[in-house]
């Protein structure tokens, strides 16, 4: 194929995806034809028109509208410098950028925005956009010159595609706008300062020389692994404006974040332990007035040392019941830390809104979980748009009923600032938003979106992100971080997720989100589940005029702590009837058929039986389970009804 051609079906590419190519003559910077009636009626030309355009002027160079038309805003570095200043401010964080004979055009979505106004860096006032020279943007009314045009070629990140764009936030822009936050500063919701620090912390230290090494530090040598550690433990222990730092449980947690980050093996933990508590004896002798943990004599208190041993079954039995959860099993009442992650457009937010929304509005289960107390939820949802969320409450609303303020959401389109949580403004934002709501849930959809400029395959950069989730949890709040896959690979379905794998370190469970279609070459082109099977079964459960719409399966990736309750997959589809009401339908997860069947339960022909005994429902669910973990779910059920009894029959 000659350049001519190449052209032509670019342009025509271009135009299928619903983008608007106009044609520039070699050598010259203006379109050859007008284009601002398209952007202004709201429609793109024909495929006729740009056909002629090219058979005009075959030589043509491809330019791109950006617009809300056509979805597309571009930052367009020209230089080395532009393009510093920009990594630096946080603006080129996007998979799908161009590299020009000058620099690199980073491309974003336009959004649900009504106007995003151009940019020229030299001639800017610093605030509406940074006055930097050749640091340009290109918005609601620009265009910029595209691939295969001559010096313009595509660079898409690795596993992403041109879908993967993230939508681009307004924002003000200001010489503190970015900072480094340190992941040792506890965060604390009230009244905490986080300004930028001049002094490197251990944690930066460590990880340059790690960078500089090409690898994790190993055991001996000359590493200091020792002294790092008690540095590391000391940062974050110390007194900071008065408030005493991280003590106990939370001062070895970070303690451990920190080798996981940095170290090829761990330093013994019962060490480790020891660490902390000396480095909190010595910082509390010398600020006595901040509740001090020494004895009259100075002398440290010493932890009791206590091993577990057969002794403890029933102790530690009976502390692992106690635990209570909002979404069973994997959202934890007193804080956890969730990634949800799947390939773009296979319905991870989806699942994660209608899962949480269905208990913020006091549901009993949601599919295959259940749902055991009611939480407040903070959704932070940065990606959608006004029309999809107005859709989202309305449809929830009707499925669920009212959550009211036990679910709330701040979105980017209701709000006159930004929340990039790479920014201090951002970060400082989302606490008062959280001081404000009071959540028991934090939801951030996506990490991609909310960390505008964060390089997913930088361990540090996640640190910071496991530091930040980790203070919620010990804050008792639980923390759902939705998260984008690579793409498959070869043979393969729905790859991991994005980034470095220290995204993991901190995680206590992942799920991982794949569509599920019944037609083979649909589930080829989109990456997803072929299984016919599944949505047959599904289709079992259906109501007389309902018919499924969509299907999900979710897989436990990363567990920390595997129950009785949790299974491998689970499959969820979305059904509706003609008057459009919308329901969950999916298989039972064992304990749900368990529970039903110490019960009178109905069978599928409508009658209804006795419950039965918990050896009988053992051979129901062919032994998966043992008796012991049978009779823990039937327990209750039982006991009600029996006490149920005896009050009749009073």
Sequence with gaps: MDKKDMLLNAAL????????????????????????HYVDNSVLPTEEEVINWWTQWPDARIALVTSRL????????????????????????????????????????????????????????????????????????????????????????????????????PQKFTQSNVVSIDPNKPFVFEGT?????????????????????????????????????WLCISEAAAQKEGAKGLRGDELFDNACLFMQTFFQNDIDHQKVWQMCERVSATDDRNHPDLEPTTQKDDVP????????????????????????????????????????HGFSGHGKSMITRHALYAAAAGQRKFGPWDINARPRVLYLDHENSRSNVISFLSQAKKMYGDAGENF?????????????????????????????????????????????????????????INSMAMQLRNNRISVVMLHHSNKPQEGSVSGREAGSSNQLSALETQI?????????????????????????????????????QMVIEARYGKTREWTDVHEPVHQIGFASNDAEDMRVV?????????????????DAHGNMRPALTDAEIQDRIGGVKPLSVIRKWTMPIRSLKHVQGLLAAK
């Excluded at 590419?13 to 910077?29: S, T």
């Design 13 to 36: 590419e271009y135009l299928d995806r619903g983008w608007l190519p106009i044609p520039i003559k070699q050598g010259e910077k203006s379109p050859s034809v007008k284009w601002g």
């Design 586 to 602: 999916a298989q039972k997860s064992t304990k749900q058929r368990v529970t039903s069947w110490a019960d009178e339960w109905e």
């Design 193 to 229: 300062d986080l300004s930028m620090f001049k002094v490197k912390t251990i944690w930066e230290e460590t990880q340059e020389k790690v960078d500089a090494l090409g690898h994790k530090l190993p055991d001996g040598g000359e590493n200091g692994r020792d002294h790092r550690l």
């Design 512 to 548: 991982k989100i794949t569509q599920v279609f019944a037609d083979e070459e649909t589930a080829q082109v989109r990456a997803a589940i072929h299984s016919p099977d599944i949505w047959e079964n599904l289709g079992r459960g259906l109501e007389t005029g309902e018919r499924l």
């Design 301 to 340: 208190t010493k932890k009791a040392i206590k091993p577990i041993t057969t002794g403890d079954i029933d102790r530690l039995s009976a502390e692992d019941g106690q635990k209570e959860f909002f979404i069973e099993p994997w959202l934890v009442k007193s804080g956890t830390i969730v990634q949800v």
């Design 408 to 464: 709330m959401l701040w979105c980017p389109f209701d709000d006159s600032e930004d929340m990039n949580l790479k920014t201090k403004a951002g970060v400082d934002k989302m606490q008062t938003w959280i001081n404000a709501c009071k959540p028991d849930v934090v939801v951030i959809d996506t990490i991609r979106s909310a960390y505008l400029g964060l390089s997913e395959n930088n361990s540090e950069e996640w640190s910071l």
């Design 70 to 169: 056509t979805n597309l805003v571009v930052v367009d570095c020209d230089s080395p410098e532009a393009m510093k200043q920009a990594a630096d401010l946080g603006i080129t964080h996007t998979p799908v950028a161009v590299k020009t004979k000058r620099g690199h055009h980073f491309y974003f979505e336009h959004g649900d925005f009504d106007w995003h106004k151009n940019a020229v860096g030299s001639s800017a006032n610093g605030i509406d956009w940074p006055k930097v020279d050749g640091l340009d943007f290109r918005g609601s009314k620009g265009y910029v010159i595209a691939p295969p045009s001559n010096n313009y070629e595509w660079k898409i990140g690795a596993g992403a595609d041109v879908d993967d764009m993230p939508e681009w936030l």
